[in-house]
């Protein structure tokens, strides 16, 4: 458990590193978009941030999607910062609108580089790390570093744009809005969905994402949760991954199996995963 609370505060630090990088990049270099970008990276601190907290708070291995426990306070508690991104990304889209936009320097490429290369080698270390002691903070952690270098690709081709022609940092600042916004509606949703629902031990469920689970020798099942919500279910699946294995493999994986899974049209609506070593 300490080297899970001292790679965390590492991957914190990087964080924190990276969040400073991209706000003061972004405004040396006149590209709002990587200040934006470098509050959507301040989101996932917080996430790291909590969980610290809560388990030094109740003395147990951390987690990023419910730090503080499996109650319903902690659930009110997670939809609670899932307002708080909203309302980030609320921020960031009225200041956006009132900016006076200005080409970008050139020279923030080289910035860009910067951040990616960090943000990729972090994923890819928290991956490592999370198989040798079974970390699902830090698998959590990696997947949201990969995730954040991902949306950093894809804001750099606005960052870039706007050297030339600058209304493309006002498009990549709404792109960043939309994903901050769609991160805060996922938690509240998730956590409403986990207050209203209702274990299910559906066999005929299980037994098809079984199946579907035995087609990956990369991947092992260990156990399926499913949560019965009204009219559709929601799954949390553990498995076991390959030492071998990494972080952009683990990523294609889990949206393979999304597909295939909601391909069967057996009603589930939400798919998590949790990783454990194989």
Request: proline share 0%.
């Amino acid at each position: 458990m300490k080297k899970e609370h001292k790679n965390l505060v590492f991957s914190m630090i990087i964080n924190i590193m990276v969040t400073l990088l991209k706000i003061i990049g972004g405004l040396i270099f006149n590209s709002y978009t990587l200040v934006a970008s470098g509050y959507y990276t301040l989101c996932n601190f917080i996430q790291e941030f909590l969980a610290y907290i809560g388990s030094k708070i109740n003395h147990r291995r951390a987690n990023r999607k419910h730090p503080f426990g499996f109650g319903k306070v902690e659930y009110i508690a997670q939809i609670f910062v899932g307002f708080i991104f909203i309302l980030v990304a609320g921020f960031i889209l009225l200041k956006s609108i009132y900016l006076t936009y200005d080409v970008a320097n050139h020279k923030i490429i080289f910035t860009l580089i910067i951040i990616l290369l960090f943000l990729y080698l972090n994923a890819q270390y928290l991956l490592e790390i999370g198989k040798k002691i079974r970390s699902q903070v830090l698998f959590m952690s990696s997947r949201s570093s990969f995730y954040d270098a991902l949306i950093t690709l894809i804001s750099s081709i606005f960052i870039i744009l706007s050297i030339w022609v600058s209304i493309f940092d006002f498009f990549g600042n709404l792109f960043i809005v939309v994903i901050i916004f769609y991160k805060g509606m996922k938690i509240i949703i998730d956590n409403v969905v986990l207050i209203t629902g209702q274990n299910d031990t559906s066999t005929k469920i299980t037994n098809k994402i079984k199946k579907i689970m035995n087609s990956y020798k990369e991947v092992k099942l260990s156990d399926i949760s499913l949560i019965n919500v009204k009219n559709f279910y929601c799954i949390t699946i553990e498995m076991g991954i390959d030492d071998n294995i990494n972080v952009n493999q683990l990523i294609k994986i889990e949206n393979n199996l999304r597909y295939k899974i909601y391909k069967e049209k057996i009603n589930i609506k939400m798919i998590d995963f949790e990783i454990i070593k194989k």
